[in-house]
């Protein structure tokens, strides 16, 4: 499994109420949520995001409350993955839960720019910024967590488990 596209940085600890706003959570859409993705750090994201595109931050991405809101819209908006230095606990399991793959490479993070052009291959943890030629090694997921994410979730991935019993 594999994602490409383009970059967008963030700062150590972006916390959940700047990726989702704690106004908007009187909804239960996750299409119209997105539509509020890291709008108090970054008016333009939600304009300029297509899909496979990747966020890379820095230390303790997805601090702050444990809403699953958080992970679900970035999902939502297309972003193919997130690396960072590290991630808050609870944002990481969120992550899993909702099928976001998320990648800890501090390197990668620390070098990579705002706008570069970069390669995740999730099966190996290899990042490539296509844009400098470098390439960055992740720890990557055991099979069962890329399976987790490969099927979109926990809970898709139990219904498919079933299917196939």
């Known amino acids: 499994m594999n994602t490409q596209g383009k970059v967008f940085k963030y ?4 916390d959940t109420d700047v990726i989702i706003p704690a106004r908007y959570l009187n909804t239960p859409d996750a299409k119209e949520l997105s539509l509020h993705c890291m709008e ?8 300029n995001v297509k ?33 960072a230095k590290s991630f808050a606990r609870i944002f990481y399991r969120n992550a899993i839960n909702i099928g976001l793959p998320i990648l800890e490479c501090e390197e990668a993070a620390e070098e990579i720019k705002a706008n570069d052009e970069v390669n995740v291959d999730f099966d ?5 910024d296509i844009t400098t030629g470098k390439t960055y090694k992740a720890q990557p997921f055991p099979p069962f967590i890329q399976n987790i994410i ?7 991935s139990l219904k498919e488990g079933e299917k196939n019993d």
């Not at 700062?11 to 972006?14: A, E, H, L, T």
């Not at 108090?40 to 304009?47: G, L, M, R, W, Y």
């Not at 490969?150 to 898709?156: I, P, Q, R, V, W």
Request: a negative charge; hydrophobic letters at 35%.
């Open 11 to 14: 700062p150590d600890n972006v």
């Open 40 to 47: 108090d750090i970054d008016t333009e994201f939600v304009k």
């Open 51 to 83: 899909i496979g595109d990747v966020m890379v931050a820095g230390w303790n991405f997805g601090c702050g409350s444990s809403r699953e809101h958080a992970p679900l819209v970035i999902k939502t908006c297309g972003t193919g993955c997130v690396i």
């Open 124 to 128: 190996t943890g290899i990042i490539t």
């Open 150 to 156: 490969k099927n979109g979730g926990l809970l898709k």
